[in-house]
């Protein structure tokens, strides 16, 4: 088969860790017998110095004519950062319906994690991707007075809540069948309540996964102390943007993660990021951590149903970093190629 793959690396590391994926990608489909062709788009911050957008008007009509998209980062300092999600990735992430985030947190071998507990980890965030917290309803009144305010409504909404809880009860069944759906309802007593009140009514579908749930709070302690006892974690978007950057640091570095944004019903493509921003404080220098956006690359392949070539990626990640080829970040030497060119070597 052949599949078109939108690219867009963005800016910061992202320029520096999508090149090294799509290598990655291009020796996988050799391998197995696919063929990829590329398109890559400037978008972005920098896109935005120049243009005035992020990207042009008919950048999500664009978008529609590819199998996914692999995406980077984007965000720049000086670029007034409430664009970068509003213009870009939540943008993306509405238009297209990708109301999963999906984002798994494992251990890597020859990666020491962080962590008192050294269980085996495993387990996979379901962040609702297109509502919740970041709707971006409300606004600034009066900012110059005394009497001032900022308001944020959160607004969670019966099909929102049950389709993405769907999606995590079976995606449970596939896994260890058993999903904790993360919640602050006892203080949300709106919005997060109804939340509850929704998956529960979901989760009754669902008999043969066991289902509880957790506050947000207490949930970020034991993804630290426990972090063994999770397998499906279902949570808000808010919530879900927090605990994966949580994720990322307990595998060891923010660099590891990688994530789908997800379309289950494929009416357009889905894009596949690390979970990380773009990192302008270590760009330019190539020792950024290339393997959340090469398990993204992985992420991507199992989508579109290359699943065989999606597992050669992550046993070719595993033995890498067995190898103990690893980046500053988790204590290495290795530079953002060399990691690549090793689970190249590796598949
Ligand atoms: P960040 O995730 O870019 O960086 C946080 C820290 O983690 C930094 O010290 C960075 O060096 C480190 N880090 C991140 N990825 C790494 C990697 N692959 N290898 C090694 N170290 C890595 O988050 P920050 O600093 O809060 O945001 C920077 C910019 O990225 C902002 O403009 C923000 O809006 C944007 N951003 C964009 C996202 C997206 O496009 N999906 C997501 C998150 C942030
Ligand atoms: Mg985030």
Redesign the pocket.
Known sequence: SNYKIAVVP?D??GQE?VPEGLKVIEAVAKKHNFTIETESFDWG?GYYLRNEKFLPDNGLETLKNFDAVYFG?????GVD?TL??KD??FKVRTSFNQYVNYRPVRSYPGVPGPLRSEKEIDFVIVRENTEGEFVQVGGQYLPDSENGMGVDTSIFTRKGIERVAHYAFKLARTRRKKLTHITKSNTLINSLAYWDRVIKEVAEEYPDVEHDQMYIDNSTAMFVLKPEIFDVVLTTNLFGDILS?LGGAVMG???LGGSGNINPEKEFPSMF??I???????AGQN????Y??IWSAAIMLDHIGETEAANNIMQAIDKTTKQGVL?V?LGGNANTSEVADAVITNL
């Open positions: 963005g910061g590391i860790i911050a980062a984007v965000g720049l300092p950062d970068p999600a870009y990735t950057d570095s923010l660099g990021e690390p990380h921003g773009s990192a302008p404080d270590i020792i950024a951590n290339p959340g956006q980046t970040d």
